[in-house]
């Protein structure tokens, strides 16, 4: 889901989100002719390593710059986010494409897991400038 929004300190990762749901929208279109189904499965915060990976990077390459105690507060904000109840289980996508495998007609997209559907529909509910206004405070 993280190809359909963007948020601040993270535009190089959403930028690859979404050229991989570009990438994957033409692939279905082409290949349907061939009986072939492009599926995007599209997780919220799913529990992983990649949140500390990510972080760790982000407050190396930020140590020393202006960006240094934003990168500070995000990394706060998704620890506790990532470590929370609500953070989806690694089996949640497994099981989710277990499903999806055994579908005779899968669905296009499959959003999943923890704010996945909730931030979708925000951002594509939202007006530009209050979502602009309201993601660095959550983020």
């Known amino acids: ?3 359909r929004f963007s948020s601040p300190m993270g ?3 959403f930028a690859s989100k979404h050229a991989l749901e570009i ?5 279905r ?12 499965l599209e997780p919220g915060v799913v529990r ?4 500390k990976i990510a972080m760790k990077n982000l407050q190396s390459a930020s140590q020393g710059t ?25 089996e949640l996508i497994a099981k989710t494409i277990q499903k999806i495998i055994v ?7 499959y959003l999943i897991g923890f704010m996945a559907k909730s931030i979708v529909f925000l951002y ?8 602009d206004k309201l993601i660095p405070h959550f983020m």
């Not at 992983?48 to 949140?51: F, G, I, L």
């Open 11 to 13: 535009g190089w990762y």
């Open 48 to 51: 992983s390593a990649w949140e």
């Open 124 to 131: 594509a509910c939202l007006p530009t400038w209050l979502w």
């Open 103 to 109: 579908r005779k007609h899968p669905k296009s997209r």
């Open 23 to 27: 990438i994957s929208d033409s692939l």
């Open 1 to 3: 889901m993280a190809g």
């Open 66 to 90: 202006d960006y240094e105690k934003r990168a500070t507060t995000l990394k706060q904000h998704l620890d506790k986010i990532y470590a929370s109840k609500f953070a989806s289980q690694p």
């Open 29 to 40: 279109m082409e290949v349907k002719r061939f009986g072939i189904e492009v599926v995007l």
